[in-house]
């Protein structure tokens, strides 16, 4: 099996960086699995939570759900930024290398959860998207 | 030692006048039976039922995801053409593969019903059922026998 996990996540990261709604909000900080520490709000970031081989046919499909995390400062600036992740991946298809088809993407779970961090209240708006591949 | 046989083996290829074409690519589902009508013949000393076999038939099923490439050995719109409804062909398989020495089966059938299913959130899905066809003589009905042929 090629990296089919590594090519949706090169697939991601290139379609939050090259929009232009994110990359005014967040710049160049949107990050795989965790952020440096210390990372100044706001930012975005994105791990697969949960991945499977359907094995339904002879040929091969997968399911996979990503979870993106928005942290910002400021909660009706976490929710804008959580659109416009809403707005470039929603039913949307990747392209993927490796022969991979991204027929269906779409939003799933949404959730907002207020924290702190350092001592700082913190705005984290989470959006989870299924996305299936075949090949 | 069990040697179970798994889906992903299987062999399907359809025979028409424009050639052969496999359609096993991306299938799910694979179906064969054999079975009869009956007769029932019950008389008056009889404690319960009695019947006879009669006619014997033998329909075919495969589902399958459509595929928008259409290549070989997938289903897709050029292939669905091929096998629509009142198609006659050759319906050929094996469910250890299309390999020499092999069991396989094959009927002469036409195309009964050709399904399509398109869900919101999921991917489209075809299912063709097979009707066995003919008479007495070779080549109709049940040609090749999957329990005792092997080529």
Known sequence: MSD???IIETALYSRLSTNTNIMAAVGAKIYQEQAPDKT???YIVFHMVDGRDDNSHPTRSMQ???QFDVLSANRATARQIAGYIDDALHLVPLTLSGGWTNYYIVGTRQISR???IDGSQVYRRIREFNIRISK | MSEWVAGPLIYVDWIDNSGTIPIHGDYTKFNFQR???????TAGADVSRNYLPTIADYPVSIEAFFNRSGGTPAIGTAVLHRLREKQYGTLRWGL???GTGSPKGAI???VETQEVDAPNDGPVTVKLDFQTTGGSGSGVGLISDPTIDVW
């Open chain 1, 64 to 66: 996979f759900d990503y």
């Open chain 2, 35 to 41: 079975k009869t009508d009956k007769a029932e013949i």
């Open chain 2, 108 to 110: 002469y059938c036409f």
């Open chain 1, 114 to 116: 207020p924290e702190n």
């Open chain 2, 96 to 98: 250890e593969g299309n």
């Open chain 1, 40 to 42: 100044p709000l706001d």
């Open chain 1, 4 to 6: 089919a996990q590594g």
